[in-house]
């Protein structure tokens, strides 16, 4: 049975990939900083906005901004390319994604502040870190204004959510850690 459509209009998705078996979606930081380079390369090239991004070890998920129908020729292109590149440089053959990636558009403001605390405390759950701002492969610090590591990431939307105010995000991603109850065996 083939998969259902996906909602592909222009708009904000949240989209996340994870790798096949038991191999990890990212094996060190040279795969971390591979894939960042072909975000980019895929944000340039398909005009997106990237809202957020967190790349956990066997998954990441990001917040994109599509202004046109091209999230599905996005993703291929990015997950083709990282594949092809993760592949080559591990001296591993075959499929790498587990499936295609998944997606949901953002429906409203809400939805959109939801999505973006769950996107970045992704690690936090997973119990990698003690606060979502402290994980080196996640856009929040940069936003947030403690490093200047990803500078591609605007979260002005979400900024523009909570009156413009970096201290409100950190206090929402924070409430939002607080009412967190961490999964067993949560997948990292």
């Given amino acids: 049975m083939p998969s259902p459509p996906r909602n592909r209009t222009p708009g904000i998705h949240h989209a996340w ?7 990890p979606y990212f094996a060190d930081d040279v795969d971390r900083m591979a894939w960042i380079g072909l975000l980019v390369r895929t944000l340039d090239r398909f005009d ?15 917040l994109v901004l599509v202004a ?13 390319e ?7 440089r591990h001296g591993r053959a075959g499929q790498f994604v587990r499936q ?3 997606s949901r558009r953002i429906e409203n403001g809400p939805d959109l502040l939801g999505a973006y605390a769950y996107v970045v405390l992704n690690p936090v759950t ?8 402290d994980w080196r492969w996640s856009s929040l610090a940069t936003t947030l204004g403690l490093t200047r590591d990803f500078p ?35 997948v990292r």
């Avoid at 990939?17 to 191999?23: D, E, F, K, Q």
């Fill in 152 to 186: 591609f990431a605007d979260a002005s939307l979400v900024l523009g959510e909570l009156g413009g105010a970096t201290d409100e995000l950190r206090d929402l991603v924070a409430a939002r850690q607080d009412a967190l109850t961490v999964p067993t065996g949560h």
């Fill in 17 to 23: 990939v994870n790798a096949t078996g038991n191999w």
């Fill in 100 to 102: 295609r990636y998944g």
């Fill in 126 to 133: 997973a119990g990698l870190c003690p606060r979502a701002e």
């Fill in 48 to 62: 997106w906005t990237c809202i957020a991004f967190c790349q956990m070890t066997t998954h990441v998920h990001m």
């Fill in 82 to 88: 990282y594949s092809k590149d993760f592949n080559a």
């Fill in 68 to 80: 046109d129908l091209s999230l599905p020729e996005g993703m291929r292109y990015l997950n083709r």
